[in-house]
């Protein structure tokens, strides 16, 4: 049966990624194809949530409700698809906080752990970033790249040889969000 939890990471897996920052709703945009994949998964019967770092919060470039107003809009896109987001999880703090739910940390893992129910480990970790893949490799997670948001510089990354990432051939990467829940569910009974 294998876990049926797949997190998700919010900017470049889910929606375009900015150097800016996504501040508010008008700044964000879904990656075609992205939503019906996260609805897909959820009527599959897959708990889908999503752990992000916005760090733009503690930085003071947007407010919580620019925050909430971007994950309401994402939440009523995927009803709209007929699916459902189990969770939403996401660090305020900046990089220098030294919390521990920053990614790579696995604080956001145990806190989707400890809400759904869920075991993180062995679940799907879809991101566009090092610090995704790092943290879901930490928690047990199966990580999964794909080639959008920071995707590409991810993947040049993996193969130089001096990144400290245990099997960076067993990562399996997808051009996008779709064709990784396409994978998903052809491997999923």
């Avoid at 897959?46 to 752990?51: N, P, R």
Wanted: charged letters at 20%.
């Amino acid at each position: 049966m294998g876990n049926r939890l797949v997190i998700l990471d919010r900017d470049g897996v889910i929606n375009e990624d900015s150097d800016n920052y996504i501040r508010s709703l008008a700044d964000w945009h879904p990656i075609d194809g992205s939503i019906a994949a996260i609805a897909q998964l959820s009527s599959a019967g897959y708990s889908v949530a999503i752990a992000t770092n916005q760090s733009g919060l503690g930085r003071g470039y947007f407010e919580l409700e620019d925050l909430e107003a971007i994950h309401g809009r994402l939440n009523e896109m995927v009803v709209d698809q007929g699916g459902t987001l189990s969770g939403i999880f996401y660090c305020p703090h900046t990089p220098d906080a030294g919390c521990d739910c920053r990614k790579p940390g696995t604080g956001l893992l145990v806190a989707i752990e400890a809400e759904l129910g869920l075991p993180v480990a062995d679940a799907f970790f879809i991101g566009d970033s090092l610090k995704d893949l790092q943290a879901g490799q930490a928690a047990g997670c199966r990580p999964v790249l794909v080639k959008t948001g920071k995707g590409q510089q991810t993947l040049a990354k993996l193969e130089d040889d001096a990144v400290a990432l245990a099997r960076p051939a067993d990562i399996p990467v997808f051009e996008n969000l779709a064709a990784a829940a396409t994978f998903i569910l052809a491997e999923s009974p």
